[in-house]
């Protein structure tokens, strides 16, 4: 089974219900087993470009590694913590050791699980989903597809600007008040070409027959297949059997909104 075939609705549905599950429990060895397991199926079955992956992995890493070294040396002192190293006012105890691996792992097992969701789903195929399993309004839908469309062409009209400032011997800004006027510069004609653009979209929409109603044919139907369902109740089975193990190995422990 291929990622890239699966439903995207459904896709969606079993990674937001897995982070769900994952709330739910605090230890560090569930979310472990997860981010293992959820890397497996990425590259085994998701056809992703590895640089690519760790481009977008990276920053949540960073993110975990604060989450962890701020809970772990800046932890709520209790009774009965066994504490492991103390200096001035920085101290690790071994819960609290606990507790920050757990945070941080917790953060990185929702990354692969959206990371795999991003990678493995094209936008339009998903907003296609949303319209027509979901009953997503097409006013909407549309509306977000076109201004997705719009981000590469805006970034190519930045370019062409900074190009054209540079042939035309504009200097570059250095102070804060420069910075602020040469924002100006780039700023109001990208406005402007957007709003161009809006317009020109709306217009040719209209021509088109668009009326925004929900009982409209599409070129291209998604449907739900038995596979899709399959990739639904395995998600879970892994996430849940992720749970299992911890508690079989003793770490299993719940949220109570504790850090």
Partial sequence: MSLHKVN???????????????????????PLVTITWSIAVTFLFGRVSFK????????FLFIAIIYVW????FPRLQEGDTLIWKWGFLALTEEGFQRGLS????????????????LTTKPTDFLLSLMQQCRLSPKLAYGIMAGYRFLPLIKEEFITLKSAHR??????????????????????PLLAGAIRKAERTALAMESKGFTGSKNRIFYRELTVTRPDWIFLLLFISAVLLSAFISWKLGFLRLYRGEL
Avoid: N
């Fill in 8 to 30: 995207p609705s459904i896709k969606a549905f079993a990674i937001v219900l897995s982070i769900v599950i994952l709330s739910v429990f605090f230890d560090p060895v569930t």
């Fill in 167 to 188: 042939v035309r011997g504009v200097a570059r800004a250095r102070t804060i008040p420069e910075k602020i006027q040469q924002l100006k510069r780039f700023v109001i």
């Fill in 52 to 59: 690519k992956w760790l481009l977008l992995f990276s920053q």
């Fill in 103 to 118: 945070l941080g792992l917790r953060v990185l097992s929702f990354a692969t699980l959206s990371i795999m969701f991003t």
């Fill in 70 to 73: 701020s809970t772990m040396m």
